[in-house]
């Protein structure tokens, strides 16, 4: 069983020889045969090897049944697949509940086969933490038979205006295929909590007000006191602010008093880390971009300046930094604004 | 101009723009390989040629470089919240005048998505605002000068990937403040005139989300109209679509005419309207 060593921030890689290689070689017909050989051959060739369970995706133990598989900190591309976000199972005496599904569906179909590699039980739940395309685009492979789909009672509509977006997105960046068949929206919504029995082990959801997205829902494993938190807790991957600035501080606030919490899931990073010195470099950063963007308001700056000014001296503390932290003071600015 | 368009026409033709949107994303691997090089060529519009002839005829339009600017983000790190800033590039001994200007997102449901009329109390044509970008797409801006002639300038906007999509963040914040108007005054223009950022609470809905639990589409209801004075002289007159973000931002320019104070009046497409006043400091 892996442990939740203390967190320590790593800094981000340069690209890989591949990458540049493929970068370099401009690039559409390498890039299509990179393409081929990552969706047609690769699992076919792993299929052949693991029998009838398919490919599973690797997962870790970070608790006597809990099983975490991490995403890679990486943009969604054609060869990561959109494999960028934490997801993972929990398993109880009678049955399994999934949290999260990841980018695809054949992503999904690979977390159903690391289940199938790790345990018999049948999976009794399915659980969304939030909207995101890296977290639920993989429902289709997950759901169906009358398998309840649990999500934050504000999913199906967030999902339904994004649908478009995502699909778009999906297409141009890392497969061919997407198609509205991806969007699957949860059969059983939660507006508070709801408690899940999978016998002998109770998981506790948990709404929230807009933090992250609106859409956030936390997985409370009672017994080992691990919190999965979706995305209301990135770690050493660029946070991205799709919510509200001050409800995501608040939520983190309130979170980090909860003594019941020992450790956390997050949505982003390691597969667990120690609670709450695992969200303290998040709150930093949402912090100073909060105090940073008041004070722009508060001079009569323009939301063009502040995007082109704010926060920059934080670079270096974050992966990903740059195609996240413009859109970020974006969105920071256009609620501090109405304060 | 599609503004004046009854809406049953308009919302139709926004259900076809996501069809051909939906099918044009199964057309597959060619596309998605073309995208992921940042360096590659921009395309040439398909929409802007049927678009400029609905809405100009055949009239002339010519480049607008010296004439009009468009600053807009050439990557959209947030699809529902893209700042783009119109200026007025003529210098004020310049006997002609920007007296109208049009804003086109050719790939948005409603291309046409703002116009403005400016009156004697606009101390110039530069406008800002926010809007929601559907698709790689390019803007344009439009302006005719007082002796009738047409100009445009166009950028070239690329829609992130990812979590980024045209969609509100709280939709029941904004409406459950709906109407709220906040005018502040912004520093740091060497132009003549006094610069207003102007934000309305308001959800801007685009008419096109479906409600997954009544099966309904929400229906559209977004901000249609703005009109500004100053004291009894008109700054400007706008109309506008759901390309506009939720919470919709407005700044403009004007010459104050004394000391009385600007008025506003917001109207949406439910009828509603939202006024206020802003005296400025002296």
């Known amino acids: 069983m892996k442990r939740c060593r203390r967190f320590t921030p790593i800094r981000s890689k340069g690209p890989r020889a591949a990458t540049i290689v493929l970068l370099l070689a401009r690039p559409f017909r390498l890039m299509a045969i990179a393409r081929w050989l990552a969706y047609r051959l690769l699992p076919a060739m792993l299929m052949a090897g693991s029998g009838a369970a398919g490919a599973a995706l690797p997962v870790s133990e970070v608790a006597p049944g809990m099983f975490v598989h991490q995403g890679h900190t990486e943009q969604a591309r054609s060869d990561n697949g959109n494999d960028i976000a934490n997801a993972g199972f929990v398993v109880g005496d009678d049955c399994v509940a999934v949290i999260d599904t990841l980018g695809s569906p054949a992503l999904g179909r690979q977390l159903a086969a690391s289940v199938a590699h790790r345990t018999d039980l049948p999976i009794c739940a399915v659980i969304n933490t939030h909207v995101h395309p890296d977290h639920v685009l993989g429902n289709r492979a997950l759901t169906g038979d009358d398998r309840p789909l649990f999500g934050h009672e504000q999913l199906p509509r967030a999902l339904a205006a994004r649908a478009d977006g995502y699909l778009a997105a999906a297409n141009r960046t890392y497969v061919a295929d997407a198609d509205t068949s991806w969007i699957v929206a949860p059969t059983t919504t939660v507006a508070d909590t709801r408690r899940i029995d999978l016998g002998g082990r109770t998981l506790v959801l948990e709404a929230w007000p807009t933090a992250h997205s609106n859409t956030d829902l936390t997985v409370f494993d009672t017994g080992s006191g691990t919190l999965w938190t979706g995305d209301l807790v990135f770690i050493d991957r660029m946070p991205a602010l799709d919510g509200s600035i001050n409800g995501w501080l608040s939520v983190l606030d309130e979170l980090s008093g909860r003594s019941d919490v020992k450790r956390i899931v997050p949505g982003h990073g390691p597969a667990c880390a120690p609670w709450p010195a695992g969200s303290a470099p998040l709150r930093r950063y949402l912090s100073h971009l909060r105090t940073q963007v008041r004070d722009a308001i508060d001079q009569g700056r323009t939301i063009e300046q502040a995007i082109a000014n704010i926060g920059y001296d934080r670079a270096q503390d974050w992966p990903l930094f740059d195609q996240v932290h413009r859109r970020n003071v974006t969105a920071a600015f256009a609620e501090l604004e109405w304060e | ?282």
């Not at chain 2, 520093?187 to 102007?198: A, T, V």
């Not at chain 2, 309904?216 to 901000?223: A, G, I, K, S």
Request: glycine share 6%; hydrophobic share 40%.
């Open chain 2, 1 to 282: 101009m599609a503004n004046h368009r009854p809406r049953t026409i308009r919302r139709l033709l926004a259900r076809q723009f996501i069809a051909a949107t939906a099918i044009a994303g199964l057309l597959g691997p060619t596309m998605a390989g073309a995208a992921t090089a940042d360096d590659e060529q921009i395309p040439e519009s398909s929409a802007w040629p049927s678009l400029k002839a609905e809405h100009f005829g055949d009239r002339p339009i010519r480049d607008g470089e010296a004439i009009i600017g468009l600053d807009a983000p050439y990557r959209a790190e947030d699809a529902a919240i893209v700042p783009i800033a119109i200026t007025d590039k003529l210098s004020s001994d310049d006997e002609r005048r920007i007296e109208r200007l049009w804003l086109v997102i050719d790939n948005n449901p409603v291309p046409m998505s703002a116009e403005f009329e400016f009156g004697p109390a606009a101390a110039s044509a530069d406008i800002a605002t926010r809007v929601r970008v559907n698709a790689y797409t390019h803007m344009r801006a439009i302006a005719e000068t007082g002796d009738g002639q047409l100009y445009m300038t166009t950028r070239y906007v690329k829609a992130s990937g990812g979590c980024s999509a045209p969609a509100s963040k709280d939709p029941d914040a904004a409406l459950a403040n709906m109407g709220q108007i906040r005018l502040r005054e912004l520093s740091g223009s060497d132009k003549p005139g006094r610069r207003i950022q102007m934000l309305t609470r308001h959800p801007n809905h685009t008419g096109l989300q479906m409600n997954q639990v009544t099966r309904l589409h929400v229906p559209e209801h977004y901000v249609n109209a703005i009109e500004i004075n100053a004291g009894d002289r008109n700054v400007l007159s706008a109309t506008m679509t759901f390309s506009l973000s939720e919470n919709p931002s407005l700044r403009f320019s004007y010459q104050p005419v004394g000391s009385a104070p600007l008025t506003i009046a917001v109207r949406d497409t439910e009828e509603n309207t939202f006024t206020a006043e802003y005296a400025a400091a002296p």
